[in-house]
């Protein structure tokens, strides 16, 4: 099994920026795709930004030019910088990775989900 740990959420005024952190442990082989995905009060769980192992990203046309996702193959992280945050990007932000994890028999295809992490924009 593979856990995901978020870290860098928090409040942060109109404008403003934050940089969400997501670290991948556990019985990994490989990491194929990273993501980022929000939820807000009320609403159905949403696509942010994903990147590949090799680097391509996708993006929710409502952070295109403001989000910017990369990671650390290195260190199984992803990231996320947020710039000129705007109220509606309030919600918990969710980190997901696509891997293959180590078991006795060889490796098998997963697939995880961090706890989530709150991210407050206050107009």
């Known amino acids: 099994q593979v856990q995901l740990v978020e870290s860098g959420g928090g409040l942060v005024q109109a404008g403003g920026s934050l940089r969400l952190s997501c670290a991948a442990s556990?019985?990994?082989?490989?990491?194929?795709?990273m993501g980022w995905y929000r939820q807000a009060p009320g609403k159905q769980r949403e696509l942010v930004a994903t990147?590949?192992?090799?680097?391509?990203?996708n993006y929710a046309d409502a952070v295109k030019g403001r989000f910017t996702i990369s990671r650390a193959n290195a260190k199984n992280t992803v990231y996320l910088q947020m710039n000129r945050l705007k109220p509606e990007d309030t919600a918990i932000y969710y980190c997901?990775?696509?891997?293959?994890?180590?078991?006795?028999?060889?490796?098998?295809?997963?697939?995880?989900w961090g706890q989530g992490t709150q991210v407050t924009v206050s107009s």
């Open positions: 990147i590949t192992s090799g680097g391509s990203t």
């Open positions: 997901n990775a696509d891997y293959y994890s180590e078991y006795s028999r060889g490796v098998r295809r997963g697939s995880s």
């Open positions: 556990g019985s990994i082989f490989s990491i194929d795709a």
